[in-house]
């Protein structure tokens, strides 16, 4: 079994999964980059907390921050904090059975403002799951997700601050769970092509304006349920 341990500030014991990249990284500086490739299955890429079983484990701090992704092989988990203004996020997965939880400054600690995200993934039964400036507004997010496999279970949650979230779906069995929140209007666009698809969409920024498109092309069941408020009390779907 081979072992990686990429420490920056902090040490942390070893987790039981095949290969291993462990990083706490606060310096808080200018213009950091980080590049991770791991082939195989059964890798994680995370951080101090990690070992804990800890599901927000990589911490990543700067002002800005490029960030760049290859995970390439099934049941593979990358866990990560980041907080980061003008962030760019690139994140490549080619397998099965994978894992992505990933939050972005809920603490809004530098504002989550300006920032690129690309998930891009082929492959079946992966889990992705993205929160971005819970605590805070994100400014002009650009956000795209490609996703082409079945069985694939993708969940956003963004605080809305005339944030764009694109996504792009081929496949039978996915689900998309989003929720936008916010002061701000926010556009959101689903390009789905597949069978049994399930939708749930809740767009709720308060007293503004919400766009949504949604073009979905497939055969047998469907379950959508699209929510629009910008105040008072959602019956539900």
Known sequence: MKKIL???????PLYSADNEIF?????????SNFDFEQL???????????????MTALDLDGTVMNLNLDMIGDSNKFLGDIWADNYTGNFVFDGNSNT????????????????NV???????????????????????LDLDWIINGSSNAITASIDVDAATN????????????????GYAGGYF??????SNRTFNIQQKSTQ??????????????????????????????
């Open 23 to 31: 990083i706490d990284q606060s310096s808080g500086s200018s213009n």
């Open 6 to 12: 990429l420490l920056l500030l902090l040490s942390a």
């Open 100 to 115: 992505f939880n990933m939050s972005t400054d809920e603490s809004n600690t530098f504002g989550a403002d300006g920032s």
């Open 166 to 181: 694109y996504m792009d779906i081929d496949g039978s069995d996915n689900a998309v769970t989003y929720d936008g929140d």
């Open 40 to 54: 195989g299955s059964g890798n994680i890429i995370g951080g101090a907390d990690a070992a804990a079983g800890s």
């Open 118 to 140: 690309n998930v891009q993934a082929t492959g079946n039964s992966n889990t992705f799951t993205l929160n971005h400036a819970m605590a805070a507004l994100a400014s002009t």
């Open 208 to 237: 503004d304006n919400d766009w949504l498109k949604i073009i979905s092309v497939g055969s047998t069941t469907s379950t959508v349920c699209v929510i629009q408020n910008d105040q008072g009390t959602s019956a539900g779907c």
């Open 189 to 194: 666009w689903l390009d789905h092509t597949g």
